[in-house]
């Protein structure tokens, strides 16, 4: 998960392919870019790529979230909002040339960024160009606080760690296994911020297939705690290998839990994982929740959903405040509090962290099972300036 997710969590840079998809009532770019009386919202996610997976769930959930918060009409008072949709494909260079273009043809509002590398990224355009942008699960800490035009609609790695911090106790050697990418780099920095204990790390390259050797480096290290914070394809042959290798029965193992399709992957050791959860279906029932799970496909929602979900009412908000004046649609956020599906999201003004509910979870015969919910407030992660 981008978030371990997390997250957890590039390709080669090309020239932007737009698609146009529908969201309520969507039109093509050419039309969104004609019709001055529409209001233009651009989104740049992992339509392919190795986050695809995660980025198909977050357009499931923007569209859902856009219906639920126009009321079904996809307009905010008589004007449309048209919904263009660029795939970056996880590499930066391909969505900074998506936002430029999107920019240039008068866009003020942009969303998206399923990548961590990605919205890292984008969001200094947001800045030098003064146009809105809504990260979606892009789990780095550093988009918090980045610059006063661009928010998050997802949770960011900190607030994974203080939901694990329940779990890792009073443990003295703490071990963070994760990629050597921008997500696995903000955990790592996140565990020692926040535990102020004994923690080293074995980054893994964002490439690799074999991870026995990385493994073994775990279990040489003999440490009471394994934090493992992993995202995308390859999770199912990392925790073979550290199966395989007796890391999960000699230690303690923290990790955060990915989409449904990537339980399986966990193997026969998924009982003995410790799971902490940014969302997955069935730990909350509420309205919104339940307009998401009538707006999928097969009414089963997932661990990204709700990222697209609450960025589409973010971004309504600020639309219905000021629809073409982008400093008051940023000034409308700031302090923002509204329900979603994980609960009730509240926009902290001073560095537009999202705070939100956190989850804790056991899996067992391939079902999630919720053991706690942190609340906003204990999963808040600490304060950031903002850097412009």
């Avoid at 947001?126 to 699960?137: I, M, R, T, W, Y």
């Avoid at 102020?196 to 297939?209: E, F, L, M, N, R």
Wanted: aromatic share 8%.
């Amino acid at each position: 998960m981008q978030s371990l997710s997390t997250s957890r969590r590039a390709l080669l840079g090309a020239v932007l392919t737009a698609a146009a998809l529908g969201a309520g009532g969507c039109g093509s770019p050419k039309q969104a870019a004609g019709d001055d009386s529409s209001i233009k919202v651009g989104v740049v996610y992992s339509q392919s790529g190795p986050l695809a997976g995660y980025g198909a769930q977050y357009a499931e959930g923007f569209k859902a979230g856009l219906a639920y918060a126009t009321d079904n009409t996809n307009k905010i008072g008589d004007r449309t909002i048209d919904v263009s949709w660029a795939d970056d494909a996880g590499d930066p260079v391909k969505a900074v040339s998506a936002a430029k273009d999107l920019i240039g043809k008068g866009y003020r509002v942009l969303a998206g960024s399923t990548s961590s590398g990605v919205a890292l990224q984008v969001a200094p355009l947001a800045a030098e160009n003064k146009v809105l942008f809504v990260s979606g699960p892009a789990a780095t800490d550093a988009i918090t606080g980045a610059n006063r035009y661009t928010f998050r609609s997802g949770r960011q790695s900190y607030q994974d760690v203080l939901t694990a911090k329940s779990f890792l106790g009073d443990g003295a050697q703490v071990v963070v296994f994760a990629p050597d990418s921008a997500f696995g780099k903000s955990n790592v920095d996140a565990v020692k911020n926040a535990l102020h204990k004994d923690v080293t790390s074995i980054a893994v390259p964002a490439g690799a297939t074999d991870f026995t050797p990385f493994a073994s480096q775990i279990k040489a290290a003999r440490p009471d705690l394994v934090f493992v914070a992993w995202a995308g394809t390859t999770a199912g042959a990392m925790w073979q290998a550290l199966d395989q290798q007796g890391v999960l029965a000699s230690t303690k193992v923290v990790t955060g839990l990915d989409i449904q399709a990537s339980w399986a992957g966990f193997g026969p050791g998924a009982d003995k994982l410790n799971l902490l959860a940014h969302y997955f279906d069935g730990a909350v029932d509420n309205p919104a929740y339940q307009a998401l799970k009538a707006a999928v496909p097969g009414g089963r929602t997932d661990l990204f959903h709700p990222d697209g979900f609450a960025a589409a009412q973010m971004i309504v908000h600020a639309l219905t405040t000021s629809p073409d004046d982008v400093d008051k649609m940023v000034t409308s956020l700031e302090g923002y509090g509204f329900d979603s599906v994980k609960g009730r999201l509240t926009v902290r003004a001073d560095d537009h962290a999202l705070l939100q509910p956190m989850f804790q979870a056991r899996l067992s015969g391939g079902k999630a099972t919720l053991t706690g919910t942190i609340t906003p407030d204990a999963a808040a992660p600490p304060a950031a300036a903002m850097k412009g």
